[in-house]
């Protein structure tokens, strides 16, 4: 099995950032797909970032590109989400997901991911 702890989570004004941090244990993971996704109040989960095995290949949701990086380093079991310039709409519950298929690469579709964490959340006030 795979565990993931989310943390970095908090109030946050308009154009601020945050870092969130997944830490994994259990199976290595260090092959694996890593993602974030967010739920906001009274909206579904929605996709927000995947990265590959080596963090060379990334993909983001269109909302966040530019803004957001996600990142990894496989020797210290983490992945990260750099946040910056953020607005009221990234008020969110953010999660961590790893997937051990190619597919959520590819697709990034919730279903996809087999791990999620317990989720930190964020808030961005005007």
């Known amino acids: 099995q795979v565990q993931l702890v989310e943390s970095g989570g908090g109030l946050v004004q308009v154009g601020g950032s945050l870092r969130l941090s997944c830490e994994t244990s259990?199976?290595?993971?260090?092959?694996?797909?890593m993602g974030w996704f967010r739920q906001a109040p009274g909206k579904e989960r929605e996709f927000v970032a995947r990265?590959?095995?080596?963090?060379?290949?990334?993909y983001y949701a269109d909302s966040v590109k530019g803004r957001f990086t996600i990142s990894r380093e496989n020797n210290k079991n983490t992945v990260d989400l750099q946040m910056n310039s953020l607005k009221p709409d990234d008020t969110a519950t953010y999660y961590c997901?790893?997937?051990?298929?190619?597919?959520?690469?590819?697709?990034?579709?919730?279903?996809?991911?087999?791990?999620w964490g317990q989720g930190t959340p964020v808030t961005v006030s005007s």
């Open positions: 997901a790893a997937a051990s298929t190619l597919g959520a690469l590819v697709r990034g579709r919730e279903s996809d991911f087999a791990f």
């Open positions: 259990g199976r290595t993971v260090s092959w694996y797909v």
């Open positions: 990265t590959n095995y080596s963090g060379r290949t990334t």
